[in-house]
């Protein structure tokens, strides 16, 4: 598997010079549609508010979203499925599915499954089971900060939750031949067999519902657009076995510090980590944030910056919960009244402070860990 046949974008491997200016074209080459005016309108008026992801363009394509919210309509319903490779420390970037889910969750009180992919890790990065183990309840608990609802709120880890997954993994697998995965993931001959079979498992909490409920429930899935081509192979499996096609919403990446391609956990200088200190936070930002500003002071204050290219407003759009701010921030940032050693400043604040409250919450998460857990019974009585 590699991008050396012009892919910009796979799971495992994302170019570093994918910008702004690809992700439409990507979509579309992926085969999934752009979130427009109206759609945004329809799911923000479904959910009773707006947010940022969305109008932001953070979100911004889809898979039969507009079925998930005529089912939501018609009382039918649907249940959320994201998930997370625990591959090492979690960055920003990884987090941001995780916010907009939980919005989505709060927003519709619905049930939400939350896949942990050791597995994926396992083969994909040759990560030993002890170091996984480990890993992984580190991840968990750095997603339960945010505060997801634990009633309505399934973590399923595949080296724990084999039995569920296997069976039901081996039902999509028997439908997935190696022309189909070498064409879309890129394998190679010389891969490993277990990256051929991967594909099945994280397609199964997409089915599950319907699978334990025995009539058919839907899936809408949060990710960000390098795990599309999953579930691309998911959505032409899953008629074929009597369930309905998962819907998805997909967000572009939060980008390296240095602009362009996406945080990657693999170089510590290219994000923010959550466990970073609010030294850290700052001297990262200062030193490394790609800036949209101009290259003096003088020019800045003569002609503005660009906000839409500068790595601390894209984030900053998104933490910040006051939109009135941001958008005064936008203006003084583009007008030239505040320079970028301003604004990053303010924005490695911004960071900190969320990251401060989301390690107090961690230690609460700790303490109910067990109650997210997943088991059969819990998330078919979730569903009464
Ligand atoms: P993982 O752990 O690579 O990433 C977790 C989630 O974060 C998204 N993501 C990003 N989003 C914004 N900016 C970035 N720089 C960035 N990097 C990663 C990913 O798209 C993902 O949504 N195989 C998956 C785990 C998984 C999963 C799922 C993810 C299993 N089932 C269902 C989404 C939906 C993985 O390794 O994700």
Same mark, same amino acid.
């Given at each position: 598997m590699s991008l050396n046949d012009n892919r910009d974008v796979t799971p495992w491997e994302v170019s570093? !010079?994918?910008?702004?200016?690809?992700y439409v074209r990507i979509a579309s080459e992926f085969g999934a549609g752009l979130i427009d005016s109206d759609l945004r309108n329809r799911l923000e008026k479904l959910a009773g508010g707006t947010n940022p992801f969305l109008n932001q363009g953070v979100f911004f394509a889809h898979r039969d979203l507009n079925l998930a919210l005529d089912d939501l309509e018609s009382g039918k319903g649907f249940y959320l499925y994201t998930g997370r490779g625990p591959s090492g420390k979690m960055h920003l970037g990884h987090l941001l599915p995780f916010m907009f889910t939980r919005w989505l969750q709060k927003s519709f009180d619905v049930n939400l499954i939350i896949q942990i992919t050791d597995d994926e890790k396992f083969l994909f990065?040759?990560?030993?089971w002890k170091q996984l183990s480990q890993v992984t309840r580190d991840n968990i608990l750095d997603i339960l900060s945010l505060g997801f609802d634990a009633r309505r709120t399934h973590i399923l880890i595949d080296s724990i939750n084999g039995s569920t997954l296997y069976r039901r993994g081996v039902e999509v697998a028997r439908h997935i031949n190696v022309t189909l995965s070498k064409a879309v993931f890129?394998?190679?001959? !010389?891969? *490993?067999v277990g990256k051929f079979f991967f594909t099945s498992i994280q397609s199964v909490p997409a089915f599950l519902v319907s699978s334990l409920l025995g009539r058919n429930i839907r899936c809408l899935i949060p990710h960000?657009?390098?795990?599309?081509p999953h579930f691309k192979v998911s959505r032409d499996v899953l008629p074929k076995l009597g369930y309905l096609k998962p819907s998805s919403i997909i967000s572009k990446f939060l980008p390296s510090l240095k602009g362009g391609g996406k945080m990657s !956990? !693999?170089?510590? *200088?290219s994000g923010i980590f959550l466990d970073d200190t609010p030294q850290v936070v700052r001297k990262k930002i200062m030193k490394y944030a790609f800036s949209?500003?101009?290259?003096?002071a003088e020019e800045q204050r003569k002609?503005?910056? *660009?906000?839409?290219?500068?790595f601390s407003f894209n984030v900053y759009k998104l933490i910040e919960d006051d939109q009135v701010k941001v958008s005064k921030i936008r203006e003084e940032y583009s007008s030239g009244s505040m320079l970028s050693g301003e604004l990053k400043s303010l924005v490695a604040e911004k960071i900190s402070q969320v990251l401060a409250e989301l390690r107090e919450k961690r230690e609460i998460a700790t303490e109910k860990y067990d109650e997210y857990l997943f088991s059969e019974d819990r998330l078919i009585e979730s569903f009464r």
């Open positions: 570093e !010079s994918l910008g702004e200016g690809d990065r040759d990560l030993e890129g394998f190679q001959d !010389s891969d *490993n960000a657009i390098d795990q599309d !956990s !693999s170089d510590p *200088n949209g500003g101009r290259d003096t002609y503005g910056a *660009n906000p839409d290219i500068d």
